[in-house]
């Protein structure tokens, strides 16, 4: 069931949002990132997508390729209440309706409130711009490192 909700979320997504370098090459190759030392960004990104049974999202504009990176950068897990503040994040990076909507149906449905909503979108709104980003060039960096070169604290905050 949750396979089938990512699979209509990323195709809603990819409908009516403006593709974002939908052509870029971006991959997950999660046996060479398992092998870098801990802490570095490849490590956890690898662990996080073990840790919760993800495989990479090979689907997609750039943004929906990297939206676990953006996870780990962030410090959101992937429960409901995280998952609409990496939204709001998100939609203060670019723009995507889909975000939006998203935001809105997790304030409509009390998933989330507006505080965590607005920390989350300031967040994205004061980092670096994560789409000029060169990911795959910090696979070798601590994760520490990464976050404070792009200007990211993180918000993990999982209410669930």
């Known amino acids: 069931m949750q396979e089938l909700q990512t699979r ?7 409908t009516i949002n403006p593709q974002v370098y939908a052509n ?4 997950i ?3 060479e990132l398992r092998q870098l030392p801990k802490s570095t960004l490849g490590h956890e990104v690898a662990r996080f997508l073990d840790q919760n ?3 990479p999202i090979n689907s997609g504009d750039w943004i929906q390729r990297t939206h676990d990176v953006w996870h780990v950068l962030t410090g959101l897990q992937p429960s409901k209440h995280d998952e609409f503040m990496l939204q709001a994040f998100t939609r203060a990076q670019v723009f ?3 975000s939006t909507i998203l935001v809105l149906v997790g304030l409509l449905t009390r998933q989330i409130n507006f505080t965590n909503i607005l920390k ?3 967040s994205g709104k004061l980092v670096k711009h994560l789409v000029e980003w060169d990911i795959e060039s910090e696979w070798q960096t601590p994760l520490a490192q990464v976050r404070q070169k792009l200007g990211i604290f993180p918000l993990g905050t999982s209410k669930e």
């Open 8 to 14: 209509v979320v990323l195709w809603i997504a990819r």
């Open 96 to 98: 995507r309706p889909s």
């Open 120 to 122: 989350a979108y300031r």
């Open 29 to 31: 190759n999660l046996e």
């Open 24 to 27: 870029r090459k971006f991959s």
């Open 53 to 55: 049974g993800f495989n």
